[in-house]
């Protein structure tokens, strides 16, 4: 019986059994003996036996009641915000259950409150950093409009200041839409609407996105992989994906670099590759490329906020896909992002 798993539960009931063994073995020695005024021992040993039963109960209900008293203290304070109390369930029985169970909700809900702490940790962080970002765009603004506001002679001066302005403000509107689609992601509310599509129109339309970008720069354009490969996915999500690491790849090649993307399928794999031949990444830098807004001291790079990565990152990782990076200071880099091709049985 589960009752008696209960130590005290279970010396509780040897004490009246116990009892009642005494009282039933007078009462027979009574009776085998034929003791005159047996009526009045077998009385005696009545009120004796009911007395130890009563006194076995009361002992027993008055220690229950001082576990009970110090659980709901101990509950108490952990309500008042001592979030390191714990009820004491050392012992075997259903009431000691449920003091195990109290215990694990309250690790619960002290892991829901980190997760909280750390929510908000982020997002005051997060604001600063946007906070931060957007004061060197917007001072460099300052600046160019100040300096046509004093009317340039030379008209080429004003068409020069009116380009970097119209740069500085496509940073801030790049910056503020990779933060909405990275909170977004965080907060679980995108609906990605997948289905099968074809990898390679996918990157014929970045290869098409980039290729005037590339052309400006001097960089070359290498797209490569099976024209039949389907894929099941959010293709607008996807497409954000790889543009930003092609972005990050023409961000750190020269004049005269190249970029390579390559897609292939196995019996159980769809990868696709992001390969360049660039300045590469320092190895100080590699555990941090995929932290927001992480600026390396060692990249030419001073336009970029540090959202591009991450939010690829999110977008394959919210696909059920990895990423990899592998990097050679002066040789390039190479993304591999990977997804499991689920097996028909």
């Known amino acids: 019986m589960k009752i008696l798993a209960n130590g005290k539960i279970k010396r509780l009931f040897l004490c009246v059994a116990s009892a009642d063994i005494g009282f039933v073995a007078i009462v027979l020695l009574c009776m085998n003996l034929q003791v005159e005024n047996a009526l009045v021992y077998v009385m005696i040993a009545a009120i004796c036996m009911m007395a130890a039963v009563f006194v076995f109960l009361y002992l027993y209900f008055r220690e229950q009641n001082k576990i009970m008293e110090d659980a709901i203290s101990r509950i108490r304070d952990y309500i008042s915000g001592d979030r390191d109390v714990r009820l004491e369930c050392n012992e075997e029985g259903e009431l000691y259950r449920l003091f195990h169970e109290i215990n694990s909700l309250a690790s619960i809900l002290n892991a829901h409150g980190e997760n909280e702490e750390r929510a908000k940790k982020f997002m005051k962080d997060t ?12 001072a460099a603004l300052n600046i160019y409009n100040g300096l046509m506001q ?15 302005s119209e740069k500085e403000l496509d940073r801030i509107e790049n910056l503020v839409q990779n933060l909405l689609k990275i909170t977004k992601l965080d907060s679980g509310t995108i609906i990605f609407e997948k ?7 996918m990157m014929d339309y970045i290869e098409r996105h980039f290729a005037c970008q590339a052309q400006q720069e001097g ?8 024209e039949k490969v389907m894929f099941f996915c959010d293709q607008n999500w996807m497409t954000e994906a790889i543009s930003n690491l092609m972005k990050n790849a023409l961000d750190h090649t020269e004049e005269g670099d190249s970029i390579q993307v390559e897609w292939r399928e196995s019996a159980s794999i769809l990868q696709i590759l992001i390969r360049d031949n660039g300045r590469g990444i320092h190895p100080e830098d590699m555990p941090h490329i ?24 999110a977008i394959i ?9 592998d990097s050679q200071l002066g040789r390039g880099t190479v993304f591999t992002v990977n997804f499991l091709i689920p097996t028909k049985l």
């Open 317 to 325: 990782e919210a696909h059920s896909g990895t990423i990899e990076v």
């Open 150 to 164: 004093q009317e340039a002679e030379d008209v080429s001066e004003i068409k020069e200041f009116t380009a970097l």
């Open 127 to 138: 604001i600063s950093d946007i906070s931060h970002q957007l004061k060197t765009p917007l």
């Open 219 to 226: 960089k070359k354009l290498s797209f490569s992989g099976d």
């Open 290 to 313: 995929f932290k927001r807004f992480y600026r390396s001291r060692f990249s030419k790079d001073k336009q970029g906020v540090g959202l591009g990565l991450p939010l690829a990152k």
């Open 195 to 201: 289905k099968m599509e074809n990898i390679s129109e």
